[in-house]
């Protein structure tokens, strides 16, 4: 054989070894682009897992229609996390061993985020969270990042608002056994006992109907103002129903899942004036914000609720858009694109990632007035 020849077949050789070599091992590179969902498709949580599953598919419709993600089509495998960590953990399993996605947008319960994140990271998966504000995700694992901000803000603007501007010495927290609602009791505490304030807390697991023992005991000791702090609207419209029942009309404080759903702040308009939330807002006029709404409504014809949600639930997809294009499908290189996000443009604005993964910015106060949600001015 001509020298030449064999020279050629052993540098073709060695540059079809090193290109199986170089690639990751495992790796698709034709059909669909898939990824996981994890968030609340049953129970009380629903209220949020329904919408949220349908603005990923809003989002994933639209980058799809555009030509998908170097031409490959993006495909969502959807798995209910009930809002509880056990489900949400058996939930990854699945998506980690049986469908071998590389990155999972979820959980949105903090519950099912802190549960998955573990099964996450030791498979080198990424775990994009939009809902999930638990403080204690804060830099949790290199491979969890959120868009949704940490409850470190929300708990702190509202003890700083009761104690310095209502001028409240006392809070009863009636507080649900679940990650969410702990996180905001721990950040909202720390900072009024600080302050110079007295929390007292009566706890509840979810499946509670009867509140009546634990308001009984709340309002015996005098508190200037109760906590309904709720994982679901649908636990607060219960306690609200009671403690109308028990003839209380306390100054109420709301986390934000209760404020950001209308039917029952409304429901309740009487109960709650002057009642205080702390949100993250939305900007009604940012372009990219209002395409989102135009785009929700004409193809679910309704609006979306819980829009504080809805718009980093939407940026989530396009966020893994962007950095699967960037640096391709591999969790550890996406969730170390995500971490060097500054100045993203979204639908919920300006997106930064700290280094400890949490969105940098936080919530606002809000207050409640005729049955509506309002940013207190004062």
Request: aromatic share 8%.
């Amino acid at each position: 054989m001509d020298k030449k020849v064999i020279i050629g077949i052993i540098v073709l050789v060695i540059l079809v070894a090193g290109y199986f070599i170089l690639k990751s091992p495992g790796e698709v590179t034709t059909g669909p682009v898939k990824i996981g969902f994890i968030g609340p498709l049953t129970g009380d949580a629903a209220t949020y897992g329904e919408p949220l599953k349908n603005m990923i598919g809003l989002a994933v419709g639209e980058i799809n229609d555009q030509g998908g993600i170097n031409g490959r089509k993006l495909e969502v495998v959807y798995e209910d996390g009930k809002c509880s960590g056990p489900s949400a953990a058996s939930a990854m399993q699945k998506l980690v061993n049986v469908d071998k996605v590389k990155i999972v947008i979820g959980g949105f319960c903090s519950s099912e985020s802190l549960a998955a994140q573990p099964i996450a990271a030791q498979n080198k998966v990424f775990l994009f969270s939009a809902g999930s504000s638990s403080p204690d995700l804060t830099n949790i694992s290199k491979f969890f990042v959120r868009n949704y901000p940490s409850d470190a803000t929300q708990g702190t603007v509202l003890a700083d608002v009761a104690y310095n501007q209502e001028g409240w010495r006392k809070t009863a927290f009636i507080q649900e056994q679940l990650d969410y609602p702990l996180g905001i009791y721990k950040t909202f505490a720390a900072q009024f006992t600080k302050l110079g304030g007295t929390v007292v807390k009566e706890e509840f697991p979810t499946a509670t109907t009867d509140f009546r023992s634990h308001l009984t005991k709340l309002r015996g000791q005098n508190p200037d103002a109760l906590f309904i702090d709720t994982q679901t609207a649908a636990a607060a419209d219960r306690i609200m129903k009671q403690v109308q029942e028990l003839k209380w009309k306390p100054r109420i404080l709301l986390s934000d899942a209760v404020s950001g759903d209308p039917s029952t702040i409304s429901k309740y308009a009487q109960l709650l004036e002057g009642a205080l939330a702390a949100e993250f807002g939305v900007d009604s006029s940012n372009p990219k914000f209002k395409s989102m709404i135009a785009s929700y409504r004409q193809v679910y014809g309704a609006e979306p609720p819980y829009q504080s949600y809805a718009q980093t639930e939407y940026d989530a997809v396009y966020m893994i858009r962007d950095a699967i294009a960037a640096v391709g499908y591999d969790g550890k290189k996406v969730a170390e694109w995500t971490r060097r996000v500054k100045n993203w443009p979204g639908a919920s604005g300006m997106v930064t990632i700290g280094d400890n993964g949490d969105r940098v910015g936080g919530h606002v106060p809000k207050i409640i007035r005729n049955g509506k949600v309002e940013i207190r001015t004062k």
